[in-house]
């Protein structure tokens, strides 16, 4: 039996909610999410999820424009990318700081100062990591660059980003354009990773399905005008692009750039900001906060960018990638710090490195602190723990709100709002 189609729906949008997503209520009283739109707007709504308490669903029709709404860059894919394009830059800035507020007030954590918002006024073109997924058109045999569907497992082809670097975005054409004279299909390969420094410097890894697949030659490599490429296996059980065999390299992979006049080099694949102008005054904001007097412990430090810019003391850095470890200890040696160590760990098997007389400095992946950390952080008590979160507000504000109660939380908070992604500073 068919599985019945998600009804098409007609709501009015309440409010921003966490990751871009607008809150109405529909008819029978649960919660909709509703991806591609803005409050006060009447709009048609296509479901795409439905459970007991609520459903998912996004925008095919506004029937009522809100004021601030703008045309997106990027019509068919902004979604995927950056639900705020359709919304004014002051808009989006003056949304993202009641996220922010209305995340610590739900745990009762009062700011001691206004959120404040910061931005490059850049608000595109600053991406410096785009991963592409691929789109196979069966009726034409024609293969394009594409981004999943929010929410979904549908691909929508792509020419590119308005959010990357344009050298990005070039060299992303190029290799489409190459795989389509070679006639790949989109069947055999999984993602292409591309990364640009600050110079537009771009190092390249194309994801396959298959180790039998043909190695580039090196006068294509060389046309796509970029300073590293890595062909990589990449097993077709898992979704993620993990590195399962690196099949081809050329060039040279690791790339350099600085931080706040602190040099650094990066494998294609390691952690690393995507925004640094906006990255630098974050660290130009936490470095205010760090005790020159105690010693640092950096968790989840990919190359090491926080710690080794703004550490001090006996500088501690954890980090689970075996790659960004060995980047990691290269950029310990370049800088000459002596009282710097380098340990490959989960944070949450490192957790004897937090210690009541540390400064703790975290930037965990999305899925925020992992219990054990947590615990670790409250039997401690650091006199100081600064936390520097993309999307994580609610999580992040957990925390607080557990320190606090415990009467562990000595020190106050300040908050520092970045365009286009959040930082939270303790």
């Known amino acids: 039996?068919?599985?019945?189609?998600?009804?098409?729906?007609?709501?009015?949008?309440?409010?921003?909610?966490?990751?871009?997503?607008?809150?109405a209520t529909m008819d029978d009283g649960r919660k909709l999410f509703v991806w591609g739109g803005l409050p006060t707007e009447e709009v048609e709504v296509q479901l795409f999820r439905k459970k007991n308490s609520f459903a998912e669903g996004y925008?095919?029709?506004?029937?009522?424009?809100?004021?601030?709404?703008?045309?997106?860059l990027d019509p068919g894919s902004y979604v995927s990318t950056?639900?705020?394009?359709?919304?004014?830059?002051?808009?989006?800035?003056?949304?993202?700081?009641?996220?922010?507020?209305?995340?610590f007030d739900l745990h009762n954590v009062e700011l001691p100062n206004k959120i404040t918002v910061f931005s490059d006024n850049n608000e595109f073109a600053y991406r410096n990591k785009m991963e592409f997924s691929w789109y196979w058109d069966k009726e034409s045999e024609q293969l394009d660059l594409a981004f999943f569907g929010r929410g979904t497992h549908s691909k929508i082809p792509v020419e590119?980003?308005?959010?990357?670097?344009?050298?990005?975005?070039?060299?992303?054409?190029?290799?489409?354009?190459?795989?389509?004279?070679?006639?790949?299909?989109?069947?055999?390969?999984?993602?292409?990773?591309i990364r640009a420094?600050?110079?537009?410097?771009?190092?390249?890894?194309?994801?396959?399905?298959?180790?039998?697949?043909?190695?580039?030659?090196?006068?294509?490599?060389?046309?796509?005008?970029?300073?590293?490429?890595e062909m990589i296996y990449s097993n077709p059980k898992s979704p993620a692009s993990v590195i399962t065999k690196r099949m081809q390299a050329w060039g040279t992979i690791p790339l350099?750039?600085?931080?706040?006049?602190?040099?650094?080099?990066?494998?294609?694949?390691?952690?690393?900001?995507?925004?640094?102008?906006v990255y630098e005054q974050a660290l130009i904001d936490m470095k205010k906060y760090v005790d020159a007097t105690k010693p640092t412990v950096d968790l989840y430090s990919g190359v090491g960018t926080i710690g080794l810019t703004?550490?001090?003391?006996?500088?501690?850095?954890?980090?689970?990638?075996?790659?960004?470890?060995?980047?990691?200890?290269?950029?310990?040696?370049?800088?000459?710090?002596?009282?710097?160590?380098?340990?490959?760990?989960?944070?949450?098997?490192?957790?004897?490195?937090i210690t009541g007389d540390a400064t703790i400095i975290v930037d965990p992946p999305r899925a925020g602190l992992d219990k054990t950390v947590t615990e670790r952080l409250l039997e401690a008590a650091p006199a100081r723990i600064i936390y520097l979160s993309l999307t994580l507000l609610p999580k992040l504000a957990t925390?607080?709100?557990?320190?606090?109660?415990?009467?562990?939380?000595?020190?106050?908070?300040?908050?520092?709002?970045?365009?286009?992604?959040?930082?939270?500073i303790l």
């Open 1 to 23: 039996m068919s599985k019945r189609p998600f009804p098409i729906v007609t709501v009015t949008l309440e409010k921003i909610v966490g990751g871009g997503q607008t809150l």
């Open 59 to 72: 925008v095919i029709n506004v029937l009522k424009k809100a004021k601030d709404r703008i045309k997106a």
């Open 82 to 103: 950056s639900p705020w394009q359709i919304m004014k830059f002051t808009s989006e800035q003056k949304h993202k700081a009641a996220l922010i507020k209305e995340a």
């Open 160 to 193: 590119g980003s308005h959010l990357a670097m344009e050298s990005i975005n070039k060299t992303a054409l190029a290799m489409r354009d190459l795989l389509r004279a070679h006639h790949a299909t989109g069947f055999s390969l999984k993602t292409l990773l």
């Open 197 to 229: 420094n600050q110079k537009g410097d771009v190092s390249m890894q194309l994801y396959v399905k298959s180790e039998s697949f043909n190695p580039i030659r090196e006068i294509d490599i060389e046309a796509l005008g970029v300073k590293g490429f």
């Open 256 to 277: 350099t750039d600085t931080i706040n006049e602190v040099p650094f080099s990066y494998a294609t694949e390691s952690f690393f900001q995507i925004n640094l102008p």
């Open 310 to 353: 703004i550490g001090a003391g006996n500088l501690t850095l954890v980090e689970i990638n075996e790659g960004a470890v060995r980047e990691m200890k290269e950029n310990i040696d370049r800088l000459k710090i002596k009282t710097a160590q380098a340990v490959h760990a989960p944070s949450e098997k490192a957790l004897d490195f």
């Open 399 to 424: 925390l607080l709100h557990c320190l606090k109660s415990m009467k562990f939380l000595r020190t106050k908070a300040t908050t520092s709002s970045l365009a286009r992604r959040t930082s939270k």
